[in-house]
C-alpha cells in the first residue's frame, strides 16, 4: 500500500496497450511532457509573484484554495500568459485526450485550469470514485468508443518523489460502484478534507520527474500525500470536459485573451460561445 505506482512509459505501449491500462486502472503517465524551456518559463513566472491570499485578483487569475491545508491555486491561469495558452491544446496529450473524452466527434472545452503550490505539510483530502453520480466521473468504453466525462492532466513542475506530497490513486476505483471505506463519513460519501489520502485503503502515490504529467479521469478516487519535505510541491492542471459539461467557476474569458488565441484554442476556452440578441452585450 501506499507505493509507487508501477507503470511503463507510453513509448514502450501499443495504443491498445495503452488504452487498456488507462480503462483498467484509470490513469497514464506522460513522460517528458512539457520541455524543459516550458518548466522553466512556468518555474520563472512562480517565483516571481508577490505574496497574495485566496481572494486576490491580478490579471484576470483568482488567487484560491479550497480547504487552505491545499495550498495556493492560481485559478483561471490561462490568462496568465503565452506560456499557458500553449499548453491549452499541447500536442503532447491533445488529441490523446479528444479521444477519450468524446472520440473526436464532439466539442471539448476546458472545464478548469489551475496552478497549485502547496508547502510542507500541505495536502488535499481523498475524493471521487466511480459510485459518485456526475458526468465528470463517468469512464466508459462499453460501445467500442470512449465516453469519459473529465481528463485530468496533472503537469509536475519540480520532481515529486516520497516526502514530496505525490498525488495518490486508487487504481480502478473509478468502475467501483461502492464508496471508499474512508468517505463513509466525508462530505456527501464525495470527499474527505480531513484525512491525508496517502493513508487511505489501498492507495498508491504517484511519482514524477518535473515535465512529466499524470493523465487521469476524474472518476478515480483521488488525492495526495502529505508533504513532509522542505520546500514547495508545485504543480499545474488542465481540466478536459465534453463542451456540454459548464466550467467548475464559470470564467468569463478576457477579450485580450480571446482575441490572441488561435481558433483551436478558442474553441476549447469557450466550447460555446454567448449567443446574444442583437444590441445586447455581457455585463461583468
Partial sequence: MNKLAPFPDDDNLSEHERDYLFDLLGYRILRGALSPAQLAAINEWIDIQPPRKPGDWFDNVEVHSYQGHDGTNYQNIIEGGPIFEELIDSPTWIEEVRRYVC?????????????????????????????????????????????????????????I??????TVVVPGSHKSDIVHPVMLGGTQQIYRDDFVASEALMTQEVHLKAGDALMFTDGICHGSAARINPGERRVMIYRYSPHYVMPRYNYLPSEEL?????????SLV??????????????R
Avoid: K
Wanted: glycine fraction near 14%.
Fill in 103 to 159: 472520440n473526436g466527434a464532439n466539442g471539448m472545452t476546458i472545464n478548469e485550469a489551475f496552478l497549485n503550490v502547496r508547502e510542507q505539510s500541505g495536502y488535499i483530502g481523498i475524493h471521487s470514485g466511480g459510485h459518485v453520480p456526475t458526468c465528470i466521473a463517468v469512464t466508459r468504453h462499453h460501445t467500442g468508443q470512449w465516453m469519459v466525462g473529465q481528463i485530468n492532466i496533472l503537469m509536475a513542475l519540480t520532481d
Fill in 161 to 166: 518523489g516520497p516526502g514530496d506530497g505525490a
Fill in 258 to 266: 480571446m482575441a490572441r488565441l488561435t481558433p483551436a484554442r478558442r
Fill in 270 to 283: 469557450q466550447a460555446i460561445p454567448p449567443r446574444l440578441a442583437p444590441g445586447r452585450v455581457l455585463s
